[in-house]
């Protein structure tokens, strides 16, 4: 085995921690590699490597430290091994080099290269706990591993091994992790996301610990015959729960006009009917309607799609439109899902998915998290949004989710307009799909 093979393996793996090393050819080919402002060459001090490498240890635990030494300069101060084993200090990682000769640059064995002294032997006899004894390069990576291993045993977290490219790590690596109770993460970016996964779902866990999924009896059945409500019919079924809708009524494209001047100007036509799940795809939505004459000529035109429209008053002084959705996931039931409404919510993918149960407060913590939550707070100096009203209006949402637990498939609420604060929020547009009960 060759030391400079051995010191290169480590040298990538040496950048955030604190390296003494003692002079010699040691020294110079960890120098050769590429000096860093991290490493400590000590000169004239034959024998004190492990002494100074257990001092800042012991009053650094916030570091970590590598010792790279020499058999002849351990066997110079042998009482360190018993300091080290007394103090175990989890934060210091001593490697030994056995030159071979009692130079390291060459000369007549050593009694540790001839086999006459042990000094693994000696480390263990000392109460060193993790020893290992190596002889070739592999056996050196595996021994490396294995200090981390022990090292990570009793710590008050999880240990991870990163590797900064995914193909760095082989299985057989990987696997010696597993077994040590030891994360292997392959590559750097790969493994950041991970780890910031990780840290979300203990956030949630912590937060939420009462998680109680609402599955429906049977689960969902594949026999099945799924059926959309009109939005008229939505809504009415979510106002039953306390879901603030629009004032509107159906009318008959000849009465639409009559309809919208009884409600007054702005309002709001579409066209109505199961078969129109996505209206403004057809264009079956006319917006912002001020006066008699642009109703009826909106009527006409929806009438092609619909021989029933929709007369809602127009929600014109909205701050935020906030999707809120529910869908049922095979494994988890019922999920509700939050994010930006409207025209927003494809062009900006933002949205976060809750287990229930539902509180106000994480509602009210999911919300916060997304990028349409600033327009909520008043965003710019613009008004901020009631979002009591929308924490009250997602909470509806989800009792009228949970009562239909045995036949909901989906309902869409998009957008919510969240009026500013005081004012309220509306669910103007409302998608339900149900299964005919068992």
């Not at 106000?360 to 009591?388: C, M, N, T, Y």
Request: proline share 4%; aromatic share 4%.
């Amino acid at each position: 085995m060759k030391r400079a093979e051995c010191i290169g393996m480590l040298y990538p793996e040496l950048d955030d921690k604190l390296v003494v090393t003692i002079m010699g050819a040691c020294a110079q080919e960890l120098y050769d590699l590429g000096h860093k402002e991290n490493f400590f060459y000590l000169q004239h001090a034959m024998g004190l490597a492990s002494s100074i490498g257990l001092g800042l240890a012991m009053h650094l635990p916030q570091e970590r430290i590598v010792v790279l030494d020499g058999d002849g300069s351990v066997l110079m101060n042998l009482g360190t091994l018993a300091t080290m084993a007394r103090y175990r200090p989890r934060n210091l990682v001593h490697i030994i080099f056995d030159n071979g000769s009692l130079l390291s640059t060459g000369g007549f064995d050593s009694h540790t290269s001839s086999g006459l002294t042990d000094l693994a032997a000696i480390a263990k006899g000392a109460g060193i706990e993790h020893v290992s004894a190596v002889d070739s390069v592999m056996g050196f990576g595996d021994a490396a591993i294995d200090a981390f291993i022990g090292a990570s045993h009793g710590a008050p977290a999880r240990a991870a091994l990163i590797a900064s490219l995914p193909e760095t790590i082989s299985a057989r690596v990987r696997q010696r992790c597993l077994d040590g109770g030891v994360i292997p993460l392959q590559g750097q970016r790969e493994a950041m996301e991970a780890l910031a996964l990780a840290g979300a779902v203990g956030v949630a866990w912590r937060s939420n610990p009462r998680v109680s999924l609402q599955i429906a009896p049977g689960g969902t059945r594949a026999e099945a015959v799924a059926y959309t409500l009109s939005e008229h019919e939505g809504k009415a079924a979510l106002k039953e729960f306390g879901v603030a809708i629009p004032r509107g009524d159906l009318a008959s494209p000849g009465s639409a006009a009559e309809r919208a001047a009884a409600l007054g100007f702005p309002v709001v036509l579409k066209a109505v009917g199961a078969h129109l799940e996505h209206k403004t795809e057809v264009g079956g939505v006319a917006l912002n309607i001020r006066n008699a004459a642009e109703a009826e000529a909106a009527a006409r035109r929806l009438s092609a799609l619909s021989d029933s429209l929709l007369v809602e008053q127009m929600t014109s002084d909205g701050v935020a439109e906030i999707l809120v959705g529910l869908i049922v996931d095979p494994q988890f039931g019922q999920v509700l899902v939050l994010g930006a409404g409207g025209v927003l919510t494809e062009l900006l993918s933002d949205s976060v998915t809750l287990l229930p149960p539902w509180t106000r407060e994480s509602v009210q913590a999911a919300l916060r998290g997304l990028k349409v939550g600033k327009l909520l707070e008043g965003h710019r100096g613009k008004r901020a949004g009631d979002v009591e009203a929308l924490v009250d209006t997602v909470l509806n949402v989800t009792r009228y989710a949970s009562a239909n637990l045995a036949t909901l498939i989906e309902l869409d609420v998009n957008p919510v307009i969240v009026r500013p604060k005081g004012c309220g929020a509306v669910a103007v547009d409302v998608m339900i799909r149900l299964t005919n009960p068992a």
